[in-house]
């Protein structure tokens, strides 16, 4: 079965970088899109980036141009996710999670607080 396990989250002033991973495995994701998704409290969890197997990398209007999603897809069926966030905002303060694009499996998710 799908596993995700996110990390790298924590409390970080305004203007600060984070650099999330996630390992995914349990299944073959080399050719599955990926995503990073994020939820605050009392709301959704919504999709924030995505990548494809090429690499092609698209971002909502209120992460793009500071966080960039990477992949490295490993040959013994595990996929590295990472979310690179810079400039990072107090409205950036949620639980982040990974999965393949369109996946239903869930892992924990790492926190991020961007407080002063």
């Known amino acids: 079965q799908e596993q995700f396990v996110e990390s790298g989250g924590g409390l970080v002033q305004p203007g600060e970088s984070v650099r999330l991973s996630c390992v995914a495995s349990?299944?073959?994701?080399?050719?599955?899109?990926m995503a990073w998704y994020r939820q605050t409290p009392g709301d959704e969890r919504r999709l924030i980036a995505t990548i494809t197997l090429g690499g092609s990398d698209d971002y909502i209007r209120a992460v793009k141009g500071r966080f960039t999603i990477s992949r490295d897809d490993t040959r013994n069926k595990i996929t590295n996710v990472y979310l690179q966030m810079n400039s990072l905002k107090p409205e950036d303060t949620a639980v982040y999670y990974c999965?393949?694009?369109?996946?239903?499996?869930w892992g924990q998710g790492t926190q991020v607080t961007v407080s002063s």
């Open positions: 999965n393949r694009l369109g996946g239903t499996a």
């Open positions: 349990g299944r073959d994701f080399s050719a599955s899109a």
